[in-house]
């Protein structure tokens, strides 16, 4: 029979326990965070489908704190499309989330109905779907490790639903939603978990100033509550030169600095960049910021009217 180190083990295991609690409050506390909010609407509010005009395709990939091992890691695919007769839009977002040991699947379906106002449009969406949450404690690598082996791997099926309302006008959008209203406990098998998913309540916003002919700037905000953790506020502005580039800043409170560059490539597609610089805080001192990459395209029939740039 093998020998085991007690002391050895007894850390392994409070080291075990640590990570899963760690890893499941930041997957229950906080919803995947996007610098590019404002050109990726599906991912907060079901009633933002529809509102490229035509079926829309949008791939989001983020690396968060470049350089730092089990650094959270984030892949989107969003696609909505309005349907014949433009007042209902269908939507899909696949969401793939990583931190550590614990990996996050998400797939919703949303349903979002258009109603025309005289100067722009209203649109109410609900959403539905599952999120899978997976945890494999035997990847962890410590330098002490029991001779018996420890297998302990916690994984979960969460169904849930949300709701949104979206307003959008040739200049002006602002949006509110609650993406999944339901408080689902994540580790139902561990009596002392209290990880579950919280519920976010999102407030989106921006207003296009023309300053000249070839010049335009966008204020946008992101307002998140999320209960029982600290409000969010997201503050960015983007100018666009000759409707093909974008140059953004934006500053996350009591967060980070980010910079954005998005390019209208064709009249159908966009591609997008954003860097997170790395903050004040401690942390900065073992990655080098965030980096996120964004990719949309917009399929029309011949005959339909294709607006370039998209503002919204």
């Known amino acids: 029979m093998r020998k085991v180190n007690i002391k050895s083990a007894l850390l392994y295991y409070a080291l075990v326990l640590l990570m899963g609690l760690i890893s499941l409050s930041a997957f229950s506390q906080q919803h995947t965070m996007y610098t590019q909010y404002m050109f990726n609407g599906l991912a907060l509010n079901p009633a933002y489908a529809g509102s490229h005009g ?25 696609l909505h499309s309005p349907i014949k007769n433009k007042k209902i839009s ?62 302990d791997i916690r994984s979960s099926f969460l169904p849930n639903f949300g709701a949104g309302i979206f307003y959008s006008s040739e200049r002006f959008y602002a949006g509110f939603s609650v993406p999944r209203m339901l408080q689902n406990s994540i580790d139902k098998d561990n009596p002392i978990s209290t990880a579950k998913e919280a519920r976010h309540y999102f407030l989106t916003g921006g207003y296009m100033l023309y300053l000249s ?93 294709m607006k370039s740039p998209r503002f919204f």
């Open 90 to 151: 269908l939507g899909l977002l696949m969401l793939r989330d990583q931190i550590g040991v614990s990996k996050e699947h998400a797939i919703y379906g949303s349903y979002a109905y258009r109603i025309a106002m005289e100067k722009g449009t209203l649109s109410m969406g609900l959403q539905a779907g599952f999120t899978s949450f997976r945890e494999d404690l035997n990847e962890l690598q410590l330098l002490h490790r029991p001779a018996a082996d420890f297998q």
């Open 213 to 305: 002919r070839d010049l335009k700037l966008k204020p946008n905000f992101l307002l998140k509550v999320v209960e029982g953790a600290p409000i969010q506020f997201d503050l960015n502005a983007n100018l666009l030169i000759k409707d093909l580039i974008w140059f953004g800043l934006s500053h996350r409170f009591g967060a980070d600095w980010n910079a954005l560059l998005e390019l209208q490539i064709t009249k159908r597609i966009r591609f997008g960049y954003a860097y997170d610089f790395a903050s004040s805080t401690d942390l900065s001192q073992v990655h080098s910021g965030s980096h996120e990459f964004m990719l949309n395209y917009v399929f029309l029939k011949p005959e339909q009217k």
């Open 54 to 78: 035509g079926m829309s395709i949008t791939a989001l990939a983020r690396e968060q704190w470049s350089g730092l091992e089990g650094a959270p890691s984030t892949q989107t695919l969003a």
